[in-house]
Each structure stands twice: as C-alpha cells, then as structure tokens.
C-alpha cells in the first residue's frame, strides 16, 4: 500500500464529519453513561445465565426455544417494555454423527464437522479416494465431472485480521465449495476450517446449495486435521478416507424472535433498533456469538435511558436462526418493515472491544456522526472512512436505507473460536465486554436522543 | 520468598561445580557440535513422520507396534546400530466412548475422556447426581460412604509453572481422585483435567486403583465444562449428569521397546543412555509427547558422534509403554539393568526450549559437571541447585544409583496440550526443538567421551 499524508485525506473524506462541534445539551450526560457502562455488570451476567442455564441453542430446536422463555424472563426484570416473542416457522437441519478416519495409506481418525445444510452419509458413511486441492480456485479449476465418485478436499488457510476481513474471502470456501465439488461429480466435500486457530476443534457454520446441484455430504476439518491430510496426501500415494456425517432436515419448525423497548417520547421520530442473535451452534454454549451482543445491546439501553426516556424508542432485537440464514432478520422485517426506524445497530461480532465507528447516515446527519464520534473517542475507538453495512440481523433493515452504526469489534481472536465447541464462557473478556456495553450505551444515547430527523421526520 | 543473594549462595552451593575451568582438547569440538545441531532437520523429520504416517500409537496396541517397526527403520536409515525391537507383553486398557451431557437443571453435552483403566458403565450409561468438591483435599474429607450412589466431581484447577511443578501437586486429582471417590461409595468419578488451557479438549491420563477399591468410571472434563459444571452447580439445585464410558481390558498384549546404539572405543566405560516413548495417549498424534523426545535424542546422538567414535557407547532408548505406567521402563531394566551404566538421561516433555540443567553425579565429578554447564550456557540454560532425577523411562536406572543429567524443558504451555487431541505436530516449535538437539548434543559428547569414570571404572 501507498503511504498517504492522513491528514489531508481525513480532512477531505472527514472534513464536516469530524471536525469539533461545540458541547450540546444532550453531550452534557454523556461522560457519566460512559464511566457507569464502563463498570456494568449487566451484560456479563446475562451472557453467564444464557449460557450456562441454556447452553448450545441452534435455530428451530426446543433449545432456542428455552432460550427466548430465558431472554423474556431476563428482559422483564431488567425493567424492558413491551417484551415479548413474535414467531416464525423455518426448515432446520439436525447435525448427527460426526465421524471421519483416514483407512489408507496411514490410518488414523480425523475430527470435524458437518457443515449446516450438509447431506447425510449412510449409517455406515462412505469412503473413497480424496482429491486435494489448495485453494479454492483450484477446485474451480477442477474439469467438470472429474471429481466422480471421489471426495473432494480444500484446504485454504485463512490468517486473522483485525476487521475480520478474512471471514468474508476465505469463507468461500465454506459457502461455494460444497456446491462447486457436488457440481463435479464429488461424493463429499471436506474443506479446512474457516478459523484461526490451531485446535482439534472443528469450525461449523452454515452453507447454501446452488440450485443445480445434489446436495453431497460437507464437512470442515480442524485446522491440524487439515493440515495432517495434507501431509498424508503430500507423501504421492492415494489417499483413502472414510466418512460418517449423519444429519437430518425438519421442516416448518417454531423460531422466533425477542423484542424489548426503552419507549421514547416521541413516537413519530422512528426506533433506534439495536439487535443481536439469541441463537448459536450447537457445539459450543454460543458465549461469544452472540450472547456477548445481546449482553452488550441489552446493558447498553439500559444505561443509556438511565436518566429517564431519551426522544426515541430504544428497541432490542434477539433474533432466532441468525446462523442458519438470518431467518429471523427477515421476519422482524415482514413484520416491522413498514415502522418508521431512524437507527439500526447490531452487535454480533464477540466481546472484544470496540476499535472502530463506521458510518452510513443521510446527507446533512453531519454533525450526529461527529457527536458520536467524541463520545467513543475516550474509550480509544477511532472512526473510518468505510460505509458501515450492519450485519446479517439487520440486513434487509439496512437494504432498505435505514441509516447505521457499526461500533467495528476487534476480530483478532474471534476466529479461533467461531462456530467451534470452544464458544465458551471463558473466551468472554470482561473488560473488553465492558468497553462494549459503554461504546454503545453512548452511541444509543446521542442517536436516540438526537433532534435530527434521521430521515424519519 | 525472601530475598537473597544469589552470588553468594551460588558459590557456596555450587562453589566447586561451576568455576570455570581451562578448556580440555574435548572442548574444541563443541562449538562445532553446538551450532551444527542448532540447524539440525533429523529431530523435526523424526517428529513430522512418526506423527504422519504413524499418529496415535497407544501402548500395547497394533498401533504401537507399527510405530516400532516405523522407528527401527529410520534409525537403520540414519545410520545407528544395533536397532532393534525387545518386546514383553502387557495388560492393555482400550478406550471406547466417551459422552456425557447434564440431565438436570439445565440439560447439555458435556466433553469429556475417560482416564486410563477407568471401569466401564453399561453400553446405555449410568446416571446420578453430582456432589462436587472444590479440591481433593474436599473428596478426601467426605465421611466413608457418603458418595454412595453418586458421582463424585472434583475440580481442582491447575496453573501453568516452567517447571511443570503443578502437575505433580494438582495431578494427585487425577491419580488417587478414582480410588477415593470408590473408597467412600462414589459409582463414577468426574475430574477437572489436569490441564492449564481453555479449550473443550479432554486431558487423559493413567490413574492405578489402589489394591483395596473396586474400580468405578473415572474421566476427566475439559476445563470449560469443569467450569460450566461448577456454574450450574452453583446454582442450588440438584445437578444430575450421564456419563457413558465405554472401555475394556485385554491382557498380555505385546508391546516393546527399540534401542539403537552408536559404539564407543571402550566398552568397559560404560553406555550413556538418551531416553524417550515411542507411545502415546489415542486422543492426539503424540507429538510433544513423546515424538519429540525421540527425535531430539537421536538428532543429538548423531550430532555428538559426527566426528567420529567417543569412549562410550550411546544407546537410544525408545521405550514402549510409558504413558500408562512404564512397562518399557522396567523391561529395560530387566534385560539390562546389570550391565554398567555411565550416564541415563530422558526427553519426555515437550519441544519447547530446555532453560536448566539438573545433575546428579558420583562424588567427585564436579569438573564434568562443571564442562557440561559451560557447553549449555550459549544456549541460555541455567543451572539448578535440584538434584537430577529422570523420568519414568530410566526410573529404574536412576534409583539405582546411575549418574543422571536432566535438561529441563520450559513447561510452560506443555499442560495446554499434554494428553489431548490437540498434541499434534503444529504445536512443535522447530527453533525451540534445535535448541533442544543443541543442548543435548554438547551434553551427550560431552559425557560420553568423559574421561571420568562415573562410577563404572
């Protein structure tokens, strides 16, 4: 990369946005929210209750389920309005028996995981010859049907950033190369885990089939896994594995999504919406994704209201089924969609602290930005000139044009953990959570407090 | 701990030992020696293959046996002689399944793994409920029979020491914990693993029952779920879990051990015996234990010798057996044990860097001691004033009476990994591993061409 003066690039891209504002009315509160988020204990403990008195809560189970009933109940004595479930049906995939070994030319077991959405292998699996291909681009490579009757395997490294910019390039692998592999005649795909870490851990997560393809057995290995069948393939004889992934489809299964309000004292200038997911994997207890967000939104409301109701509504989403699609985004879009919503914000990327603010408000919101910004500013979060895009909870919220914030988490760890049985507690940083809670208590404060429009009205 | 002067308690313990000395014609060799084995590939080679194209190699299996034949051919191949295999037989406990996952208050999957000779439940599990100690001083206060019919659970966490100390203190859980809990009227015994990581990765181990129990399930919980089980515990209501361990017992099973010799110009002096295990637990591929400790040993026996033949003879000893209680050991020690001995030293704890060296030596060899410490001191290793004692491999040997030097290996992250699925090859540093081969090439030239007699004549 170039080197660039930054400061004549900020003033250019930055130069309203963030230049000093004199202290508003509203700006007077805010170092008090901060400093008292900083020692909250709110969001810690709802994600200690969630995942030890719930633990794993996939999508569409019964454990989601005993999930919503906790957050209701949690959301009620932590003094929320209007809290309640709004239903959905989804079609939920079942994870069974997770099996794998190496049968030729040096047996030995393998430990991974079916991938969301994965076909079942017979009871007694199926074995064949493992192609390997290094990246991604290779299996593309691949000529059609050369892949009959064999099982196919990617094993493209994906390293840690801090904006977790990887997920979203090396992720493709996960999401594309199951239906590129059945495409070409492959039996079974097994990818390397989309993670970081170096564990005997395998990385689930949810992938898609295209619409021409069958779908065929996915799984991912765990990084060390990978890499000793790349060594095993490495020493030039054919290589044999025998698989067992057993796994089942349900349709029209009950999910659903939590809602609690902060009511405001203006109903006509929009919610200020801030979301998170109340689901997770089924491996790990779900600690950093997404208990930590929905800790982290839920404390943070509270703290930013503490004073007495702000102009607009604060709502809380925890939404079901993020992981499987983000089936429960678009229900509250269905059944919300039409509402006046001045803000969306989602928290859903672990408990680690808050780096960086993005961005994407109307034209003339100049001055809410650079407020915002001040606020963060003491907790040692820097702003960026990238458009923030919300995640999967919010997505069509913010396809719609609703203006939003990403308070950007540091993703350096995040990865290691992600989708893995070792989502526990423990990877949860209370101090990090805690910055967390105050960036966004004040975010929520200056966006639900603020006289501009937002373009609500 | 007090402070004090190091200086002078240093020259009055060690005041003889380590003065400095004149270099002897010996010491022109070990600069050379030092830093060719400081580039040295046949430790890494010798970890990377046996991992591969052998993996998990538990005692008394068929997965051993491949992993003798595996390691006398590449000890043929790099020129040792006198490879050989001795085997003996053995009883061999077998693990099966390992699942268990709390029934009440709030139902989940628990990771867990049996401990060695661990009793086996019925094929469909038993169930009870859980009363927890907090350390084993708790289980060991219990009134006689107040376990009857339940399972003990005791979760007495471990920390990281360089040393590796707090296994020998905190492993006690995991060796007499089964026999106590049997002892008072416990059906099944849950530990906390005898491990300093946070992963949901299950630390095995051996335990032996003592002679007047009657064995019951026994297996250890990976920290996190040790965690999240003392959590739900915490909460004050009866806490019921079921375990299902399957295992069995086989009996004389073969087993072995390989040696493997480079001849010295005086037989009478005496051998100098490196040892290491060729076995592993079944859960990861043994890596840093105990691969690495026969790859370091034979690179180093190499290194010492390149020059051409010292006084004595270097045996490697690659001990079958040692992970569930040194059957390898004592087989040495029957066949050999009579013959003269100048010198035991074990690798068996890890790769990471060695940073002290222990010595227990006749009377009188100071000086030895003395050009030992010199040969490892560019390398960053200290000396202790803890006498040397070996491991389990050469216990025999050491108690008695063979002179003993113990290169201590930082054991820092050692119990992160130790008798996991997660002790694979990536976690084998390969500068630390050549330091190691450094250390013990200067440390084994430097006492196999002793003219001291070390007690043999």
């Known amino acids: 990369m170039q080197k660039i003066r930054l400061g004549t690039v900020t003033a250019l891209v930055f130069g309203s946005i963030f230049s000093p504002l004199p202290a ?86 393998l430990v991974l995981a079916a991938l969301g959405n994965s076909a079942s292998t017979p009871n007694r699996g199926l074995e064949s010859e493992v192609i390997y291909f290094p990246t991604l681009a290779d299996l593309q490579a691949a000529p059609d049907g050369s892949l009959k009757g064999k099982i196919a395997f990617v094993s493209h490294a994906m390293k840690a950033t801090q904006d977790g910019s990887s997920y979203g390039y090396f992720g493709a692998t996960r999401r594309q190369g199951p239906s590129i592999a059945s495409r070409k005649g492959a039996i079974a795909i097994l ?70 309000e902060i ?20 491996q790990g207890t779900g600690a950093i994704d997404d208990a930590s967000g929905c800790g982290i ?92 895009g919300g995640g999967s909870d919010i997505e069509p919220l913010v396809k719609a044009g609703i203006p939003v914030i990403d308070l950007q988490q540091d993703g350096t760890r995040y990865f290691d953990i992600h989708h893995t049985a070792d989502d526990t507690l423990d990877k949860v940083d209370k101090a990090q959570l805690q910055q967390n809670v105050s960036a966004w208590a004040v975010a929520l404060f200056e966006t639900a407090d603020a006289p501009e429009s937002l373009g609500v009205k």
Chains 1, 2 share one sequence.
């Open 191 to 260: 990818i390397r885990s989309i993670g970081t870490d170096h564990h005997r851990l395998a990385h689930s997560g949810v992938q898609m089939w295209a619409d021409d393809v069958k779908p065929i057995p996915a799984a991912a290995l765990s990084t060390p896994d990978a890499d000793q069948l790349v060594r095993i393939i490495g020493r030039g004889k054919p290589v044999r594995v025998h698989i067992t992934l057993t796994s089942k489809m349900l349709q029209d299964q009950p999910s659903g999504n939590v809602i609690a």
């Open 24 to 109: 508003s009315s509203a700006s007077t509160g805010i170092p008090t929210i901060r400093e008292a988020a900083l020692q909250d204990n709110v969001a810690w403990d709802f994600i200690e209750g969630l995942t030890t008195e719930v633990g794993p809560r996939p999508a569409g189970t019964a454990r989601e389920e005993l999930a919503r009933d906790w957050a209701v109940a949690r959301l009620k004595r932590l003094g929320f309005a209007n809290v309640r479930t709004e239903p959905y049906k989804m079609p939920v995939w079942l994870r069974g028996r997770d099996e794998a070994e190496v049968i030729a030319p040096f047996p030995q077991k």
């Open 263 to 282: 009511p405001g004292k203006d109903p006509s200038a929009g919610v200020v919406l801030a979301a998170c997911h109340l689901d997770s994997w089924d």
């Open 297 to 388: 939104v839920a404390a943070a409301a509270l703290h930013a209201a503490k004073a007495g109701p702000l102009r607009r509504t604060i709502r809380i989403l925890m939404a079901g089924a993020e992981e499987v699609g983000g089936d429960g985004g678009r229900a509250y879009f269905s059944a919300h969609g039409a509402e006046p919503h001045a803000m969306v914000m989602e928290s859903d990327f672990g408990s680690d602290r808050v780096w960086r603010a993005d961005y994407k408000l109307p034209t003339g919101h100049d001055a809410l930005a650079a407020r915002v910004s001040a606020a963060l500013a003491p907790l040692g979060i820097t702003q960026s000139r990238t458009a923030a």
